[in-house]
């Protein structure tokens, strides 16, 4: 089934001639319903919309069951769309679980309607476009190249990529935030709009709410993948320690949520999430006030494990109510 949903904020404009033209409206934008959600209801848009700042790729927007077109709700803008919502099409057949989890948060009045943004990564281009550029722009030449080097034969990849982090914000900011904020019954100010995502999207979501606090005003941060690439090393953390101190201030930012579990890759994460807590209370933050970091045994570094724990972030992002 195919849906059209006008634009709301584009009016018609009256030419300044004496005969009072008006101008055509802009044609409405098209999305198709994507199915595989248990609760809600999933759009997708084409990949025409990414261009100039990304490769092509879709939109997906999804709509709690509760949704009518009337009502103002909260907007989640999320990471690997591609893992969200069905399992059946993911890589390794685990998905996040968003709709059921965040429906039953919303029927049950937990948090403020939200709706959720789902951007998607570029592949195997993946963490060249979730590594935060300013911290990378920091790091020796050298080392950098070894490591992006490195990602890249992870991901299947003989060459490398640019970094493309802030192309990618850039796009979020720029294409996708008036589109949603015009096409859908939104909140459009920061303090109901807020970023998340996992490991490199966890650090993605820290970099959204660094570089334009005045567009998202909470970023949920799991696992956040501090080494940045595969090796073990000293040079990213304290890149990453250093953006923190300068860009995630509460005079700044609004509210910014960690968590780490202890098992596969999220084990390695508790020494580097610690250093940040530290330059975190050294900026003025306040533990369960402005920002919460949490601990999370026995969970892994997989989607599974962030499903189990999603309703705690969320709860941190919209628990107050309008």
Known sequence: MRVLLLSLGIALTVASCSNQEVAPAAAPVAWDTVSGVSK??????????ATPWL???????????????????????????????????TWNHQEW????????LITSKAILPTIVVGLHNGGMMRNFEYFPQKPFNALKSAFSDSTMADIALRYGSDSTF???????????????????????????????????????????SMYAIGEYPDVF??????????????????????????????????????????DYGTETLDGMYEPFQNAVNEVLLDNGFVS??????????????????????????????FAKQR
């Open 40 to 49: 809600g209801t999933l759009l997708r848009l084409d990949s025409a919309h």
């Open 55 to 89: 490769s092509a790729r879709p939109l997906d927007i999804w709509l709690p069951s509760t949704y009518n077109g009337k009502r103002k709700h909260a907007v989640l803008y999320m990471y690997d769309a591609q893992m969200l919502f069905d399992s059946k099409v």
């Open 97 to 104: 679980r968003v709709d059921e989890i965040l429906d039953s």
């Open 162 to 204: 640019p970094v493309r982090s802030d192309l990618y914000l850039q796009y979020m900011v720029e294409g996708v935030k008036p589109l949603v904020d015009s096409s859908f019954a939104v909140y459009t100010d920061k303090g109901a709009t807020a970023v998340a995502g996992s490991s490199m999207g966890g650090l993605m």
């Open 217 to 258: 005003g909470t970023a949920l941060c799991m696992s956040t993948h501090w080494p940045g690439g595969f090796s073990p090393n000293e040079e990213i953390p304290n890149a990453f320690q250093a953006y923190v101190a300068e860009y995630i201030r509460p005079e700044r930012v609004g509210k910014i949520y960690f």
């Open 288 to 317: 369960e006030e402005n920002w919460t970091t949490q601990k999370f045994p026995g969970a892994a570094h997989d989607e599974k494990s962030w499903a189990k724990r999603l309703h705690v972030p969320l709860t941190f992002a």
